[in-house]
């Protein structure tokens, strides 16, 4: 009997000690190279039920179709910002040929473990039992069901874990749930257990009391130190404030002194072993010590290379400043694969797809990636990109698409991050130019820009969300609250938003192929391009003009190019490799003539398909010319917020 099938035919177990972890089996192989990867992100309550047949396809030029009579905005942002919508893992699973559409070859589901029953802990980060899936979402045979079946459409899957805290899942001995921040080595004493209710109990009774392995009960795997600033401390101070303190009334794990990393990580390993997963989406990493980081992550890549998984991902949230993502890089090495992109980059990104900033405020800070004595491409392996989150931890918490100059602006965002360094991570939603809102209603949006909330509507448009605390435990529809509308996208409910056709989808779709079918765009060099209008001297370019870069692998140079102005189509002359493209470069394809530059993809013509009639069609050439010593293509009228990919090879 395999393991997956030993563990699912017995309840789940009550310590993972005695756990007989498997060894030596042939797990669903890793990628040779997870920069040929494009990720997908999803919380699961909030990505899909798998009703949508049931329900209208959400019309996003009139929004108000699906606003039920009586629909007050602020009743809309409750329901998102404090329920549960009803997403599932099976609902999960019945999508996954929508994501392959998309392009994506990798899954990273948001946190799947149990949370405190009494709890409307949604986003899946205040975990109770470690060894469980929670209810609401499903079980682990859905979990092992939604890996099994990604893996049959080639799809990997991350999991996202939380290894830093557990939930609040005791109060202190002095009655207080957030007592104030005692510094170390301080601490105060445990009080009682949380049931199922909320209420106290001095023992555990039950599988919904305390928390769960029986290991994590221990006193002394808790830092007790209250509640303090998470900015607070040095990065060098492994016992600094923003390492002890709880997480937001959350109880902080304790790994000075115990042996709690290693019943930690052997929770891990079982999630490994029983779902066959390919990696992990690490919550909350800078919040433990540099050397508690490394350990964990080492342990984590040994057991999955001993049972197959040679090239275990492992992804890490280190919020802040960019310097702190690349710190924690060189000091964990090898045992972390990557960090995701969060601080600066992001916004950068962000501000130049919308013309809001010069091309060169993003390429100069992805040039810092690699070393002084690297390549080109060093870090292109070490970095997730993102351009929309679930929590956006820098900057406003507003979704990229609120406020987007057109329908597929998004797309060109998106471009960005699938045809240059990093590995590119799509958050659900995005795809669909969701917005948080709608423009000109954030009156009636409390908090908008500063909370998460908005950043989080369910893409299957709940009728109604679930009930508050246990109620909501319920099945069928004695489990959901009528009196609150569902967190449907863009202030609506009632309608799914799974649309293949949708504008962004179908570019990005296209440049998702495109970057599979050419290595260069994975892992190929990269240099940003300067840009000629009217015959000026070739320059980098301005906000809202052509974003240009190369990408070079051996003797191709693969050029993309995004018209970063949202309103008005733009144009330019583009610099391109003199040396590579001369008539007479070795290998040239073009046997002496003339050099070109043929079109790989233009995501206009993705979007309006056979009938297109717009200029540099996929299949079209443009001559490379020269002036000023520089070799150049003339690049005309790119319509707003497209992209084109060209090849100098045949």
Known sequence: MGFATSILSNPRPDSIRPVPLPRRTAGYPSPADWRDEIIYFFLPDRFSDGREASRPLFDPTNPEAHRPAGFRWDAWAASGGGRYQGGTLAGAASKLDYIRGLGAT????????????????????AIQDFLEVDPRL?????????????????????????????????????????????????????????????????????????????????????????EGDLGAGGIDDPHAEFRRTDFVGDRKVNYDGTPALNDVSRCYKYWIALTDCDGFRIDTLKHVPEDTGRNFCGTIKEFAAGIGKANFFLVGEVAGDDSNADRYLEVLGSNLDATLDLGQTRIALRAVAKGLAPAAEYFDLVKLWDDDLGSHRNSSSRRVTVLDDHDHVWGEKIRFSFGASNDHQ???????????????????????????????????????????????EAMFGPEHPRKSGLAGLAAGPGGFDGSLPGFGPCGTTGAHCFRPGAPAYVRIAALAQVRASSPALRVGRQYQRPISNFGAPFSPSAAGELAAWSRILDDEEVLCVVNTNGVEARGGDVVVDAALNAADAPGSPWGGAAPFFRVLANSAQAAIGASYSGGNAAGSLIAVQFRDGCAFVAIRDLPPSETLVLTNRA
């Open 410 to 456: 998004v797309a060109a965002g998106v471009a960005i991050q699938l045809l240059s360094l990093g590995i590119p991570c799509i958050y659900s939603g995005t795809e669909q130019g969701l917005t948080g809102g709608e423009p000109g209603q954030q009156q009636w949006l409390p908090g908008w820009g500063g909370t998460d909330t908005y950043l989080r």
């Open 106 to 125: 990798t899954l990273w589901v948001g946190p799947v473990f149990k949370q405190r029953t009494h709890w409307d802990s949604y986003h899946g980060y």
């Open 138 to 226: 499903g079980s682990r045979a859905d979990l092992v069901n939604l890996v099994e079946q990604a893996h049959e459409r080639g799809i990997r899957v991350l999991l996202d874990i939380v290894f830093n805290h557990t939930s609040d899942n005791w109060i202190y001995a002095n009655g207080e749930d957030q007592p104030p921040y005692l510094p170390w080595p301080s601490f105060y004493a445990k009080g009682p257990w949380r049931n199922r209710t909320g209420d106290l109990a001095n023992n555990i009774g039950d599988a919904d009391t305390g928390v769960w392995p029986a290991e994590m009960q221990s006193e002394d795997y808790y830092t007790r130190a209250g």
